[in-house]
């Protein structure tokens, strides 16, 4: 493993100090517990807070979205693990300014299990708190099972949206109407080319043959709906948008947010390579790209990958995307 | 004897969270299989960090809770809150009774099964812990009702949950992330089941021991 460390036990503290370090401006880790990120406008009197949370090493996401405009608590969670109970509720603590906290998740059975406990101890402090899960990932589920569909970067969508109606002061219900209309408008599909390493493990958790491609990978390395020989790069892209465009079926004229998101060890050029392609197939399709967005957004460790999402766009939805906001991760 | 104390039974966690230490590398070996590698490691860290933190003259009730305080506020994933909430609920169940007698123990391990299937979403034959805990808990308490005796339908229960972790590996996994795996996950032990399995063995057999002791 050629890997930055030093006790790979201590890799998620180091990453929440780096962080915090890094972005002094815009977050700050909670005095009350190390594994809570909270920007640096949390709590806001009269304004409905947003929380999120999950496993690390998926930088910048999770705790990258904090800042001005943006989540206002995250709870840090071991590597690709859920954050505990605990720490969900102590996000939803911070996050509260007396209106309401929007927690705004991944679909995945640890998330589900430790924000439904978080939800309850919150109760019992009548701070009232409501849901989101996103489920934008179409590979792991068919689409009459969407309940099923895991949450991936289509979350960044959910809560840039969700944070954007706090910010202009909906109430909760507003902000969890607007998130989830996000995600609902939101679909995305993985491509893994290599597998991650977890650092305490030391080897790779899964396996990709050299010269093959998982299509429809999810964020840990979850099996995807294929694995073939890893063809040219426009090839790969044109895959990518007809196994989202297919799942989402958008009328001719219907403008869209893309978001193309490498996994942790693919170069970004490569991305801009795949998004030349792929915004040549979605305008090819009579959709118009109003916002483009390409980089490292959503990780996966060390994986070789990218990741696609395409959020179908309404005004209400281009004002939230819009509204001025700040965080370390866009 | 048919009881042992309550006061005093907290080594029995101890001993449990030395074989789950002991076992660390295997579960994570098991768990890397079709899951990410971490069960041992994190198990490992919860049971041992809450083994640290439990007095040998502690109630049994006593080092459950610390046990389920340590796994539900610091070790996250699937596994804190189900193991967290098992435990908490037995807990709750044995409370301040002074002896932990067949009946008493058995409600505590069904109230145990009831906290994970009140968290959790699967059901037997999921390929989870369940499938090792269910079989168990039924063959406890049809031992009982058969021989009325304590130490007969412990082992019953120890053996039914290895028998029931076995029966995992030909399994299809239909919750979490080896869910995923579809066909895939078949002929690998579920991690879960693996310490749970684990965990019976050691309630069966430490109590086992003190009731010929007693």
């Known amino acids: ?330 | 004897m048919q009881a042992i104390a309550n006061e005093g039974a907290a080594t029995l966690i101890h001993e449990i969270a030395a074989v789950i230490v002991e076992n660390k590398a295997w579960l994570s070996e098991i768990d890397g299989k079709i899951g990410d590698g971490d069960h041992g490691i994190n198990m490992a860290k919860g049971f041992g960090r809450a083994s640290e933190r439990i007095d040998a003259g502690d109630t049994l009730s006593s080092a459950m809770q610390t046990l389920s305080d340590v796994l539900m506020s610091e070790i996250g994933g699937s596994m804190g809150p189900l193991y967290g909430m098992m435990f908490q609920d037995m807990a709750d169940s044995l409370g301040a009774a002074p002896q932990i007698d067949a009946a008493a123990f058995g409600a505590m391990m069904r109230a145990g099964l009831d906290g994970v299937l009140d968290i959790g979403a699967a059901k037997p034959g999921d390929k989870t812990l369940l499938d090792a805990l269910v079989p168990a808990l039924d063959a406890y308490d049809a031992t009982l009702t058969e021989t009325g005796d304590f130490a007969s339908a412990l082992a019953a229960m120890r053996d039914a949950a290895q028998a029931g972790r076995d029966r995992t590996e030909n399994m299809i996994a239909r919750v979490g992330r080896s869910s995923r795996l579809g066909e895939r996950s078949r002929g690998v032990l579920d991690a879960g089941a693996s310490s749970c399995a684990l965990i019976l063995e050691g309630f069966a057999n430490g109590i086992a021991v003190r009731l010929k002791s007693a």
């Not at chain 1, 999950?54 to 943006?70: D, I, K, Q, T, V």
């Open chain 1, 1 to 330: 493993m050629q890997r930055f460390l030093n006790n790979p036990d201590d890799v998620v503290d180091e990453t929440v100090a780096g962080f915090a370090a890094a972005h002094s401006d815009m977050l700050h880790v909670s005095a009350d517990n190390p594994r809570v990120v909270l920007s640096n406008w949390a709590g806001t009197a009269g304004r409905v807070g947003v929380v999120t949370g999950g496993g690390s090493g998926h930088e910048p996401a999770f705790l990258g979205y904090a800042g001005r405009n943006m989540l206002d608590a995250v709870a840090v969670g071991e590597i690709f693990s859920s954050p505990t109970a605990k720490t969900f509720h102590d996000a939803i603590r911070a996050a509260d300014g007396g209106a309401g906290v929007a927690v705004l998740y991944g679909n995945y059975a640890g998330d589900n299990m430790n924000v439904k406990m978080a939800r309850k101890m919150a109760a019992k402090e009548d701070i009232a708190v409501e849901t989101v899960v996103a489920n934008d990932d179409v590979c792991s589920a068919p689409l009459s099972e969407r309940e099923k569909r895991r949450g991936v970067a289509g979350e960044i969508f959910m809560w840039k949206v969700g944070c954007a109606a706090a910010a202009e002061g909906a109430d909760l219900a507003g902000v969890i109407a607007a998130a989830q209309k996000a995600i609902d408008q939101s679909r995305s599909v993985g491509v893994g080319l290599a597998p991650c390493t977890l650092p305490q493990v030391g080897h790779p958790n899964f396996q990709i043959e050299p010269g093959k491609m998982e299509v429809g990978i999810g964020h840990h390395g979850e099996p995807g709906v294929r694995v073939e020989a890893l063809p040219s790069a426009n090839d790969v892209a044109d895959d990518m948008v007809r196994l989202v465009l297919d799942d989402h079926d958008l009328p001719a004229g219907t403008e869209v947010a893309v978001l193309v998101s490498g996994l942790g060890a693919t170069p970004i050029n490569e991305l801009y390579i795949l998004y030349a392609r792929m915004a040549q197939q979605i305008e090819a399709r009579g959709l118009r790209i109003w916002k483009p967005y390409v980089g490292n957004f959503f990780t996966s460790l060390d994986m070789v990958g990218a990741t696609l999402t395409v959020l179908a766009l309404d005004d209400e939805l281009k004002r939230l995307l819009a509204l001025d906001a700040t965080c370390p991760a866009m």
